[in-house]
């Protein structure tokens, strides 16, 4: 018996919307993007927007989290990592707390932002740029305080076309404080209907009238299957700027991971890589085997640092991939050379990443192809 074409089979051309649309009364049924609020325990209260594709791509956006993500699966399999903390609500949040390490209590989930003034190891800096005489300095923590702002939901469109469409969410986070910054992020989260791939695209502007600090930084996590043993980092490398003394100590190499190890100490490598012709930066983590793997792409020119994050330790077990707008040694280095980014009132600064999902060998194929074609990579 002839059953007829299966629209959303693999072997075939992709359906278009009126090929569902005939086999369907609510495209819902395939994908779409639907606003809940995570309830019980630590995440009480946080609103998130669950966004599914209809190939199997889910991402959370956690608007009351700085519009960063947080779980991420393809084919019910996650990708992003999640630490244990779980995404605590911002009101329990202590951003000057534990000597400026409580950014830690917070990391948790496929992405967590660094900024808008400060990224990197926290400190004490100059801010007297502010012209408020009791506020001769101001102190920051691990990676800023972006990561515990709720943000405003400014879009939920479900963009139906002729042959596919693309799911988009949008939201704004302001970092203000009277007699100093502030700073709006603009974030703009997009799946293609049918698609592999998530792509953010970020502005931030300084609303204030005072000339203001600026560093960005994605905190990028991949956890099991995508990572296990045996996983290679693929990069266009010239080099390693900078590597923790942690890398020496332990033998793990950067382009190739363990299985979990009880107690491993953090690696971090900041890597210098080669731009590819399209202006984009380009790493990817492929599984051993090579079925699977995520690669990630980014605008080199306003990212032009990237950070490798090795946290193999067992119960914890991800690998970050960091791009960043400055050099690994932080803010005071880059008010001393003078490569700190300030905002004047009313500038901005973009900044563009794709996150793909590399789905079958030839995929991965493809992906090291597209990287090699730039550029190769130093041995361990």
Not at 263 to 276: C, D, I, R, S
Not at 338 to 359: K, N, P
Request: net charge negative; charged share 25%; hydrophobic share 35%.
């Amino acid at each position: 018996m002839d059953h007829g074409v299966n629209p959303m089979s693999s072997q075939n051309t992709p359906p278009t919307t009126a090929d569902l649309r005939r086999r369907t009364g609510d495209l819902a049924a395939f994908a779409g993007v639907q606003e809940v609020v995570l309830k019980n325990g630590r995440e009480e209260g946080v609103r998130a927007l669950h966004i599914r594709n209809a190939v199997g791509l889910e991402v959370e956006v956690l608007i009351d989290r700085a519009f960063d993500l947080g779980s991420a699966r393809y084919k019910g399999e996650p990708f992003g990592w999640r630490s244990g903390n779980g995404f605590r609500h911002p009101g329990l949040h202590e951003t000057d707390a534990e000597d400026g390490l409580s950014w830690l209590r917070a990391l948790d989930g496929l992405l967590v932002t660094g900024g808008l003034d400060h990224a990197l190891f926290g400190g004490e800096f100059d801010a007297t740029h502010f012209s408020y005489p009791p506020k001769k300095t101001v102190q920051h923590g691990l990676h800023g305080r972006l990561t515990a702002i709720p943000a405003r939901l400014l879009q939920v469109q479900e963009d139906w076309q002729e042959n596919g469409g693309v799911l988009r969410v949008v939201g704004e986070v302001v970092q203000a404080t009277s007699f100093g910054e502030h700073l709006r992020l603009t974030r703009t989260v997009e799946v293609d209907v049918f698609g592999t791939s998530i792509r953010v695209h970020d502005v931030v502007d300084n609303l204030g009238y005072e000339p203001t600090p600026h560093m960005f930084l994605y905190h990028l996590n991949i956890g099991y299957p995508y990572v296990d043993k045996g996983t290679k980092l693929i990069g266009s490398i010239e080099g390693h700027a900078w590597a923790s003394d942690s890398t020496k100590e332990q033998g793990v190499p950067y382009d190739v991971l363990s299985e979990p190890i009880e107690g491993f100490v953090e690696q971090v490598w900041e890597h210098t890589l080669t731009e590819a012709p399209d202006g984009r930066h380009r790493v990817a983590l492929h599984a051993a085997g090579g079925e699977k793997g995520v690669e990630v792409s980014w605008d080199a020119a306003t990212q032009p640092c990237f950070f490798e994050w090795q946290n193999l330790r067992a119960g914890q077990y991800a690998v970050g991939l960091e791009p960043s707008s400055n050099h690994v040694n932080g803010e005071a280095a880059a008010r001393e050379d003078g490569s700190l980014a300030w905002l004047g009132h009313g500038e901005s600064r973009e900044y563009q990443m794709t996150v793909e999902i590399l789905d079958g060998a030839d995929a991965v194929k493809s992906s090291l192809s597209r990287i090699r074609n730039v550029g190769d990579q130093p041995d361990a």
